[in-house]
Nanobody, 123 residues
Framework: QAQLVESGGGSVQAGGSLRLSCVAS????????MGWFRQAPGKEREGVAG????????YYADSVKGRFTISRDNAKNTLSLQMNSLKPEDTAMYYC????????????????WGRGTQVTVSS
């Protein structure tokens, strides 16, 4: 059974950095475009960043552009999200998921989601 497991979340002060990882098992992520989403309490889920199958193209939401970097290592079956200059408004549960290509649509594919990792940024 295909699974995605996120890690790397935590609590940081504004201006700090975190690196999230998403490890896949049961299938190869090289077969699909991948993305990171987040959801804060009381808010709708937001597509944060997406990346094509071999990393040739990426998408970022305006709210994170210039601060977050999505990457993937297909050999390690891993998706990453480097988050710099974190802001309190970045506080949310972060999820990785398979998405449809082109990645700018940030449309989930096949319901393949991780359980999430919490990011909390204090001011």
């Amino acid at each position: 059974q295909a699974q995605l497991v996120e890690s790397g979340g935590g609590s940081v002060q504004a201006g700090g950095s975190l690196r999230l990882s998403c490890v896949a098992s049961g299938t190869r992520i090289s077969l699909v475009c991948m993305g990171w989403f987040r959801q804060a309490p009381g808010k709708e889920r937001e597509g944060v960043a997406g990346i094509t199958t071999y990393g040739g193209s990426t998408y970022y939401a305006d709210s994170v552009k210039g601060r977050f970097t999505i990457s993937r290592d297909n050999a390690k079956n891993t998706l990453s999200l480097q988050m710099n200059s974190l802001k309190p408004e970045d506080t949310a549960m972060y999820y990785c998921a398979a998405i449809r290509c082109p990645v700018a649509t940030m449309q989930p594919l096949g319901g393949w989601w991780g359980r999430g990792t919490q990011v909390t940024v204090s001011s």
